[in-house]
DNA sequence: GTCTATACCGAGATAGAC
DNA sequence: GTCTATCTCGGTATAGAC
């Protein structure tokens, strides 16, 4: 459990808030959770909470915040090291992959957003949240590449967010499904299966040229 | 907008109510759609909904078995062509990628259901949903890739379903990531994507072996 | 900053007439 | 098979004491 909205620039009680707020959101939706709910996880009242927050959409919005802030600013660590593009992109794609897996709470807040598809709030995380991770991703994917050829990048970092979403959030649904394996609990094994999956899509026979500038 | 319930052996009325509520549903949830909505879009009143249901939960559960049940008798269709398996992986890969990306309504509730990640349901999409597509494109794999290697059937399914999921649900979100053009919004673009990476992960380069029966 | 008390509303569901 | 009327519950939110 991880991510549950660190925010800095709260005052402690409102953090308290907005991290029981956030467990509880990631898990069971906005809809179901009442104030009531949030109020007894912080061992509080209910009309407590609104001397905190104005409302309870203000209340989902701080989790928001602090949620994809926190893991923004954990994911752009992965990026700093100084290593081969190649291998740069395997411990990019492995770091995400335990960091997705293991934050329960942001992968279902991250779910639950691309459900709605709410223009605004789409356009608030891929500026605020995807951004940076992506065009970093996008340079190392360039370099990996044959200068000869111009694969789709665009398509390529959206692949790279989709499998490590999609791997981890299948979940309870893995099992039932055909060759499924105990292997296929393992991240680490996961992640190497998409490293090289990307790395094969983007190395190997790009259908066509796209004017990617 | 398809696959909105067409389920045989319901009465016309119970029929049309599954088909409204499907839509309802899909677009905004569960929590967030009343008796009293669902009653409205069919030109009735509420109570009128009991006799036809015997509670909100039954309904839902209708409409989940009616639209997957048509989701699955039309995917099915896909696989009955006869060509070499690699065309025949394009074509899979293309038409689900129309149907998946035109079907709003069974997309949305798929996602939604993966959110729940409850056990029960998760059992009832994998076999009752899944299964018969997955086997058939199990098979066109394991005819894809060269004898000597083996690689990871249930790994390379799986993705398909998740580039296939991931990428039309991304939808609003697109247009704001780096590299997005006007081509990210042509459906079979993006479909021929999907069947090269998938292709190339397959073919290229198994990272290792896995007894895969 | 937290509480009790409460207003207000809309939800799911049922009874019983037609 | 559909309706009107109604019950009951739990939700968000506010007022005002401490």
Same mark, same amino acid.
């Given at each position: =459990?991880?991510?549950?909205?660190?925010?800095?620039?709260?005052?402690?009680? @409102?953090?308290?808030?907005?991290?029981?707020? @956030?467990?509880?959101?990631?898990? %069971?939706?906005?809809?179901?959770?009442? =104030? *009531?709910?949030?109020?007894?996880?912080?061992?509080?009242?209910?009309?407590?909470?609104?001397?905190?927050?104005?409302?309870?959409?203000?209340?989902?919005?701080?989790?928001?915040?602090?949620?994809? +802030?926190?893991?923004?600013?954990?994911?752009?660590?992965?990026?700093?090291?100084?290593?081969? +593009?190649?291998?740069?992109?395997?411990?990019?794609?492995?770091?995400?992959? *335990?960091?997705?897996?293991?934050?329960?709470? /942001?992968?279902?807040?991250?779910?639950?957003?691309?459900?709605?598809?709410?223009?605004?709030?789409?356009?608030?995380?891929?500026?605020?949240?995807?951004?940076?991770?992506?065009?970093?991703?996008?340079?190392?994917?360039?370099?990996?590449?044959?200068?000869?050829?111009?694969?789709?990048?665009?398509? +390529?970092?959206?692949?790279?967010?989709?499998?490590?979403?999609?791997?981890?959030?299948?979940?309870?649904? *893995?099992?039932?499904?055909?060759? +499924?394996?105990?292997?296929? %609990?393992?991240?680490?094994?996961?992640?190497?299966?998409? /490293?090289? =999956?990307?790395?094969?899509?983007?190395?190997? @026979?790009?259908?066509?040229?796209?004017?990617?500038?």
């Amino acid at each position: =459990m991880n991510s549950s909205g660190n925010s800095t620039q709260l005052k402690p009680t @409102a953090r308290r808030i907005v991290e029981q707020a @956030a467990r509880l959101f990631a898990d %069971q939706g906005y809809d179901l959770i009442s =104030m *009531r709910d949030i109020a007894k996880a912080c061992d509080i009242k209910a009309p407590s909470l609104y001397h905190h927050f104005s409302d309870k959409q203000s209340l989902y919005q701080a989790v928001l915040q602090a949620v994809f +802030a926190q893991q923004n600013a954990e994911i752009a660590e992965v990026f700093v090291t100084q290593m081969a +593009a190649e291998e740069k992109l395997h411990q990019v794609i492995l770091l995400s992959a *335990r960091k997705i897996s293991s934050d329960h709470v /942001f992968r279902q807040l991250l779910w639950r957003e691309l459900l709605q598809n709410d223009p605004e709030r789409m356009q608030f995380l891929a500026e605020e949240v995807m951004a940076q991770s992506c065009l970093q991703l996008q340079e190392i994917l360039q370099q990996i590449q044959p200068n000869s050829l111009q694969t789709d990048s665009h398509f +390529a970092i959206t692949s790279v967010m989709g499998l490590l979403l999609f791997h981890f959030q299948l979940g309870a649904m *893995r099992q039932y499904l055909p060759g +499924a394996q105990a292997l296929h %609990q393992d991240v680490d094994y996961l992640a190497e299966q998409i /490293f090289h =999956m990307i790395k094969s899509g983007v190395v190997y @026979a790009p259908p066509q040229r796209i004017n990617d500038k």
